[in-house]
């Protein structure tokens, strides 16, 4: 059998196949990278909410939206879910029957479709509290946030869910009674 021997050509041939190699799995790895970076670079973060406000000395209640994420979030459903089931419907709707027209101060719908740009929000629903009107909202919905005024003893309370998507098409749920979005794709 003939030996083989390694000359200096046949080195530097072996040495430049293996930067090669090494060069193409390191661009792989950085590309991979970015573009979770680039993803990050644009997560929506919907968060829904509760306030009492007073305003020229008028009381009022309302449930609102923000979005605290670095890109738009695309709402794909909107959902109350309460003792009798689950409601695809924006608050406005399900509360439209459990408020007389002259409570309601402001409302906006939040429908399938509508896109909340990054750091931006809108209250869903407003409305006055006076003697003839008592607090729905924080009585009927349950929301993380601890207000001390906010009762505690209702145990069926209605539950507001948003299912949102990111441009990149990443698809996110957040519920009131819930600090965070969860993550669904």
């Known amino acids: 059998m003939p030996k083989k021997n390694f000359n200096a050509d046949r080195i530097v041939s072996i040495s430049a196949i293996v930067v090669s190699l090494a060069t193409l799995v390191m661009i792989l790895y950085q590309t991979n990278l970015m573009r979770k970076e680039q993803r990050a670079s644009v997560m929506p973060s919907l968060s829904p909410g509760y306030s009492l406000s007073e305003d020229n000395g008028e009381i009022a209640e309302a449930i609102w939206i923000s979005n605290r994420g670095l890109g738009p979030a695309f709402i794909e459903e909107v959902k109350v879910i309460d003792s009798e089931g689950e409601h695809v419907m924006d608050p406005y709707a399900y509360f439209r029957d459990r408020l ?86």
Do not use: C
């Open 100 to 185: 007389t027209g002259r409570e309601i101060i402001n409302y906006n719908r939040l429908n399938p479709g509508r896109i909340i740009p990054a750091n931006e929000g809108f209250t869903l629903v407003r409305k006055r509290i006076d003697s003839a009107s008592a607090v729905i909202f924080s009585n009927a919905v349950e929301f993380t946030n601890e207000i001390m005024a906010m009762p505690h003893d209702n145990e069926n309370k209605a539950i507001i869910e948003v299912s949102f998507s990111s441009i990149y098409d990443e698809k996110w749920v957040i519920r009131s009674d819930e600090t965070s979005p969860e993550r669904l794709n």
